[in-house]
């Protein structure tokens, strides 16, 4: 797909990865429209001809505003990309269930309300692209996200079984799993943070910028899958190979072995 003169609508897009995509879609050409929060941060992310929808993707109001302006504005929808979320850096055991529920509200059901509203002014026009941003915690259970981990694993298989659904309209769905961004993630997550060892490797991690760069390129070529960075892929198989030592591994760097 080419992106010039594409509409692009980017949820979370005030600051970290949303704001890369802004601009990474805007350098190719795209016009866009840009919801989240802080109206402040989607002035900063956009410039003078974008649409912005400041408010609470978790309620249908926003989501249902976000969509018709820029059907009003632009006169269709052809890149959806569901980038916010949140994090949850708290044992699933104890976690109280209305943090659990905020954070699949956020990462999972506004993901979903968002296509509900979407799919059918793309069917209709038969064809665009569903960009879901997950996570390598969805191919890569994390025990200090656990709860994080499972709402993007539920995301990621939902893509893909979106993709099937989609198949016959002409309309892709692309999964987006990165790993570890220097963003602002730990920041405003919730619950305790993550254990030192977590904060002090990062070993894997890319700039929000890189991985922008890789879900544009991902959607020129109407990729299925973007792990970014692509060393990604080596946890993954080295999860399916060696599942017992990655868990030990794993279990250790959460301070739990």
């Known amino acids: 797909m080419r992106i010039d003169g ?27 429209s840009l919801t989240a929060r802080s109206a402040d941060g989607l002035r900063r992310a956009g ?22 302006w820029t059907l009003d504005r632009f006169g269709r929808i052809d890149i959806l990309i569901n980038n916010a979320g949140v994090g949850l850096y708290r044992p699933s055991w104890s976690t109280p269930m209305h943090e659990v529920r905020r954070l699949w509200e956020l990462n999972f059901f506004a993901a979903l309300g968002m296509v509900q509203l979407v799919v059918p002014h ?12 997950s996570s390598v915690a969805a191919k890569l259970a994390l025990p200090w996200l656990p709860l994080y981990s499972a709402s993007k694993a539920a995301l990621a298989s939902w893509t893909e079984a979106l993709r099937m659904e989609l198949r016959g309209d002409g309309i892709h ?9 220097w963003t ?6 919730m619950g305790d943070g993550p254990p ?4 002090q490797g990062k070993r894997f991690a890319i700039t929000p910028e890189d991985c922008a760069e890789a879900i544009r390129r991902g959607v020129e070529r109407d990729a299925r ?6 060393s990604g892929w080596l946890l993954v198989a080295a999860a399916k190979l060696f ?15």
């Open 184 to 189: 602002g993630f730990q920041r405003h997550a």
């Open 173 to 181: 769905a692309m999964l987006v799993c990165p790993g570890y961004v």
């Open 243 to 257: 599942p017992g030592l990655v868990e030990a591994s794993l279990a250790k760097m959460n301070g739990t072995a």
């Open 6 to 32: 594409k509409v692009v609508l980017i949820t979370g897009a005030s600051e970290g990865l949303g704001a890369a995509c802004a601009a990474e879609f805007a350098s190719a050409g795209a016009r866009l």
């Open 225 to 230: 899958t973007v792990l970014a960075p692509r």
């Open 196 to 199: 030192p060892s977590i904060t």
């Open 47 to 68: 410039g003078p001809d974008v649409l912005i929808t400041a408010g609470d993707l978790t309620l249908e109001a926003t989501r249902r505003s976000a969509v018709e």
């Open 122 to 133: 793309m069917r209709a026009r038969d064809g665009g692209t569903i960009v879901n941003v």
